[in-house]
Every structure is written in C-alpha cells, then in structure tokens.
C-alpha cells in the first residue's frame, strides 16, 4: 500500500535554503499561516519553493487578509508561480484584518477569481474544534464542499479516530479525499512547545487524559508516530494520504509521493531529524 506524502512547513527564517539543501523537488510542500507570520511571509517562501522546483501548497487564513484586492494579489501571484492548489482556514487571529471571518467567503472567491482552476484543501477536525460545534464544523464542510478538493485533519494522534471521522465525513455526505495530519518524528519538547501554535493542543490535551497512552506516545526524547502508520494502513480507502507536520525538523523525510512506501515513510517518520531549527 501506498500513500502520497505531503510536508507541511513553518517559513520561519532560513527554511527555503534547508528545504533545498534536504528535500527532494519530488516533495509536496504545504506552507503554513502562523498569525505572527501573516500571509506574506507565507506567499513568499511558497513562491521561492515553487521557483525552485517544488509543487508547493501555500496555507491562506481567511482572518489574516485585508480585502478582496489583497485577495486577488494572493490569486494571481499563485498563478504567476505555478501555483495551482491553496489550504484554505478560518486562522487563529482573534479579529480579522479585514472582511474575511471563515474559510467560506474566501473559496468563493478564489474560485471566482481563478475560474475554478485553483485547488483548495480545507480542514477538518477528528477530535472536535476548540471554539466550535461538531455539528457546525460538519455543516461548514457541506457549505464548503462543492469549492474544496479535499479535507486535511488536525494533527491526530489516533488511527481509529481518523478513520472513524472519514466515515462520518462519508455518511453524513461530504465526500472530499480525507489527508491525514500526522506528527512526523521530531523531538518531543518541540512537539509540546510548537502545539498551540499550529492548533493542536487540544490533541495534546486530549493525550494527557489518556495516562498510559500518553506516557507510550510522549516517553523519551522523541516522539515516534510508527504505530499510528500502522493503524492507516489498516484499512484500504479510508484515507487518501498523509500530511506530515515536519515541524521543519528535515533532516530524514520521505522521498516524495512517487517513492513514499509505507516502509521508507515509516523508517523516515521513526527516524526524523536530528536538527532542531
């Protein structure tokens, strides 16, 4: 069996010349949209990535843009690059910059823009959504379907609740291509202390309840996301990849979808990096 692999990054400072000096150009990279980032940073590291070879998938926070012109600007900068595919999130900021509040407005317009060229990925959320409703995060997946290629999970450390939420997703009638976001294998202090900041702490809460689960996962210097692999391969169909939280931790990563065996993800995911930018 076999799953594509994307990488997502963080475009902190010197992260283009990392990724060049370790990643192969056969790697899909996904940028992230930190608050104290902004989409700038984000369109520039996505738009230098793309120049040098990779298909890069830049993360666009709708509270995080000003208008409609910026908007545009975003729109046709991802086309001027090559760029055919965005991630689409409502963002962590607590006051939009301007009149986007949620994903949904923002796909209506790309799509508009872009003529219904441009893919979009949006998020779903296994273990539930910090500030919203189960049932209001389903209802925005059906509201958002129709302009969406695919859903990315949260960071999950559970196989069976990934699996589980892609077979809501089904039932309940939202029939987008579910990524699974999966922790890479990266030193687990960063795992703890970069949580928050790219929304997973609620994960991370939910393991601290868990005791001996906890203590498996959490044990040691690293953590080590084998046995959760494992569990995706279980079932056939269920998932229609893996999106890597790299933590920009690159040292020892997958090859790129074409060579991404279970076996090679596996090894680089148990390996993971030794650097700790």
């Known amino acids: 069996m076999m799953f594509p692999v994307r990488i997502e990054i963080i475009p902190s400072q010197g992260i283009v010349e990392q990724v060049k000096a370790l990643v192969p150009t056969t790697t899909t990279l996904s940028v992230t949209c930190l608050p104290h980032h902004g989409i700038e940073r984000t369109m520039r590291t996505a738009v230098e990535l793309s120049d040098a070879g990779y298909k890069v998938i830049p993360h666009l926070a709708a509270r995080s843009i000003r208008s409609r012109a910026e908007l545009t600007e975003i729109v046709r900068g991802c086309d001027a690059a090559g760029i ?8 962590d900021r607590k006051q939009p910059a301007g009149i986007y509040d949620s994903a949904l407005p923002v796909l209506e317009d790309i799509a508009q823009y872009s003529s219904g060229i441009m893919r979009a990925g949006v998020a779903g959320y296994p273990e539930g959504h910090p500030l919203v409703s189960p049932l209001e995060v389903l209802d925005g997946l ?9 859903v990315v999970t949260q960071m999950c450390f559970s196989a069976g609740k990934i699996h589980d939420y892609a077979a809501l997703l089904r039932r309940e009638g939202v029939h987008l291509p579910v990524w699974a976001g999966v ?17 997973v702490g609620s994960s991370l809460k939910f393991l601290s309840r868990k005791g001996p689960l906890a203590r498996k996962l959490l044990s040691g210097d690293r953590y080590s996301p084998d046995s959760l692999i494992t569990g995706l391969e279980s079932r056939p169909g269920s998932i229609a990849g893996i999106h890597l939280y790299s933590f920009n931790s690159l040292d020892t990563l997958p090859a790129g979808p074409d060579q991404a065996t279970p076996s090679a993800l596996q090894t680089a995911l148990i390996r993971g990096a030794a650097r700790d930018n």
Do not use: D, M, Y
Not at 142 to 150: D, E, G, I, P, V
């Open 142 to 150: 059906l509201a958002k379907q129709h302009l969406a290629s695919h």
């Open 84 to 91: 055919r595919e965005v991630f689409v999130i409502g963002g």
């Open 183 to 199: 922790a890479g294998s990266v030193p687990r202090t960063k795992l703890v202390a970069l949580s928050t900041q790219i929304g």
